[in-house]
C-alpha cells in the first residue's frame, strides 16, 4: 500500500498557522518523499486522508459561517457538498474561546456579554440539530489548534496502519458526553473508553501521555493498561512526533 495513497491533502486557503503546524509534524510531501501532508487546491473540504474529508471550522469561524457573515454560502451547503464527496465525511471544530466582533472589530463590555450570549445560543442549536440534519457526518471538538493537528496526523496514522489500529469506519462517533480525546485514545486497538478516561485523568491531556519522557511503564501504572495496550498508544508518537 503507498505512502501517497494515504497522504493527507491540506486546502491551500486553510488557516495558514494550522498549515504550518501540520506540515511541521507530519512532514511537506511536495518537497520530502517522506513527508506525508501536501498543500493543494481542494473542491471540497480542508482536508483529505483516502476517503475521508474533513472540514474544519475554528469556533468564531463556524459562527460566522452558520450566520453566513461575509460568505457566499453557509456551514450548511459546505456540510451538503462534503457528504455527497466522501464516503467518510466530518466536521471538525477547534479552540473554545469566542470572540465578540462586528465588522471587524472586537466589542467590549455589555455589548461583548450580548454579542457571546447570541454565539453561544446559535452554536448550540446548530449542534442540538447536527446528526439529524447530518446522519452521515461525525463531528469532533478539540479544545485547541494544537489538538486539532494531532488529531489529523493520529486520523492518517490509523489509515495508513489501519493492521495495528481499528480503521477509521469503525471509531465511535463521539457524542456531546464523550470527551473527543477519549474518542481518540479509544480508537487504539484494546484501549476502552474506561481506559482512555483514565488515562487521561492521570497525565491530563494526549500530549502528556505522548511526550517522549513517558514511558511504557509508567503507562503500564494505570489499571486495565498492560505491555501491549501501552505500546499501541506509544506507537502514535510515530506519526505525532
Do not use: W
Amino acid at each position: 500500500m503507498s505512502n501517497a495513497h494515504f497522504m493527507l491533502y491540506i486546502d491551500d486557503r486553510e488557516n495558514p498557522v494550522i498549515i504550518q503546524k501540520t506540515l511541521a509534524v507530519m512532514g511537506d510531501g511536495s518537497i520530502d518523499k517522506r513527508g506525508q501532508a501536501e498543500v493543494k487546491r481542494l473542491k471540497s473540504g480542508d482536508y483529505i486522508i483516502g476517503d475521508c474529508g474533513i472540514e474544519a471550522k475554528e469556533i468564531n469561524d463556524l459562527y460566522h459561517s452558520i450566520m453566513g457573515h461575509g460568505r457566499s454560502r453557509t456551514i450548511v451547503g459546505q456540510l451538503i457538498e462534503l457528504q455527497e464527496t466522501f464516503p467518510e465525511p466530518m466536521l471538525v471544530v477547534y479552540n473554545k474561546k469566542l470572540k465578540p466582533m462586528i465588522n471587524g472589530r472586537p466589542l467590549n463590555g455589555q455589548a461583548a456579554v450580548r454579542e457571546i450570549a447570541k454565539m453561544v445560543a446559535v452554536i448550540r442549536k446548530f449542534k442540538q440539530e447536527f446528526y439529524s440534519r447530518f446522519p452521515n457526518i461525525k463531528y469532533m471538538e478539540f479544545d485547541s489548534m494544537d489538538e486539532m493537528v494531532q488529531f489529523l496526523s493520529i486520523h492518517h496514522f490509523q489509515k495508513s496502519l489501519s493492521g495495528h489500529l481499528i480503521v477509521p469506519e469503525k471509531i465511535p462517533i463521539p457524542t456531546k458526553n464523550l470527551d473527543d480525546r477519549v474518542a481518540v485514545l479509544s480508537s487504539v486497538r484494546g484501549v476502552s473508553i474506561k481506559n482512555a478516561e483514565d488515562l487521561l485523568d492521570k497525565f491530563g491531556s494526549i500530549p502528556k501521555i505522548l511526550r517522549s519522557r513517558t514511558t511504557q511503564k509508567q503507562l503500564m501504572a494505570v489499571k486495565g493498561i498492560g505491555r501491549k495496550k501501552a505500546k499501541a498508544i506509544l506507537e502514535l508518537r510515530k506519526s505525532v512526533y
